[in-house]
């Protein structure tokens, strides 16, 4: 007699393969003070991993020459962005000098529905709003500096910002900060290649977990049951 494959015993032919594959898709979410490295890391993940594709926004602002509707952001009116929130179509929204960003809900759902993870470069206040609208499919990381002095370091050798500037992103930084225990995790950026493999082994993690998948509990009860029947057999 011819051992069956490992969770056919029930009739439900369900894989490692499988159930990896068939996974929810998360949302990861990267959050950090001005000079941290934020971005960098964010780019890194988004070159060197497959599953991964950042969220793009809305915004009622004016394009500019070098952006590309749909690549950048969705170039959208004020009215459109207003009718989006009464019908509660935004996970997360803020105005910004007069303009409104926001994450429109639909293609995030369908994205992690089928397994996609998505990446999120965003700020606390946003952080916060996803969290109230899909809290556990959100993997949350506040990326710190090593100190202030190399915060502002960084700013410094961006050469982009005058003085008055650096000094504001400092002032919000202090507010930002005392927000990181509402993180699920926190990488200090002390050095990239470091910081980045962090973050990457955090994804790696979190894709593991067996909620992310609706095949782990018939891959377990497959084998389960050919245990039961060997041991079975057996007695």
């Known amino acids: 007699m011819t051992d069956a494959p490992a969770g056919t015993s029930?009739?439900?032919?369900?894989?490692?393969e499988q159930a990896e594959q068939q996974r929810r898709g998360l949302m990861l979410v990267l959050s950090s003070p001005s000079g941290a490295g934020k971005s960098t890391i964010a780019r890194l993940l988004l070159q060197n991993e497959d599953n991964l594709a950042l969220s793009?926004?809305?915004?009622t602002r004016p394009r500019r020459s070098s952006e590309v509707d749909g690549v950048h952001y969705h170039f959208i009116d004020a009215g459109r962005f207003e009718q989006m929130r009464e019908h509660d179509e935004l996970l997360e929204w803020a105005e910004v000098h007069g303009n409104y960003y926001a994450t429109p809900r639909g293609p995030v759902e369908n994205a992690i529905e089928n397994g996609k993870d998505i990446l999120f470069d965003i700020d606390i206040q946003g952080?916060?709003?996803l969290y109230?609208?899909?809290r556990d499919d959100v993997?949350?990381?506040?990326i710190l500096p090593p100190s202030i002095a190399e915060m502002k370091s960084r700013l410094k050798r961006r050469?982009?910002?005058?003085d008055t500037?650096?000094?504001?992103?400092?002032?919000t930084a202090v507010g930002e900060m005392r927000h990181w225990s509402k993180y699920d995790y926190v990488v200090v950026n002390d050095d990239l290649e470091r910081a980045y493999e962090n973050v990457r082994a955090i994804l790696k993690a979190e894709r593991l977990k067996q909620f992310c998948s609706p095949k782990i509990g018939p891959l377990i009860q497959g084998m389960v049951d050919d245990l039961e029947n060997e041991l079975a057999e057996k007695s």
């Open 10 to 16: 029930t009739g439900t032919t369900v894989s490692a």
């Open 56 to 59: 793009i926004s809305v915004t």
């Open 127 to 129: 952080t916060f709003q």
């Open 132 to 134: 109230e609208k899909m």
């Open 139 to 142: 993997v949350s990381i506040f």
């Open 159 to 162: 050469a982009e910002d005058e």
């Open 165 to 171: 500037v650096i000094l504001k992103r400092m002032k």
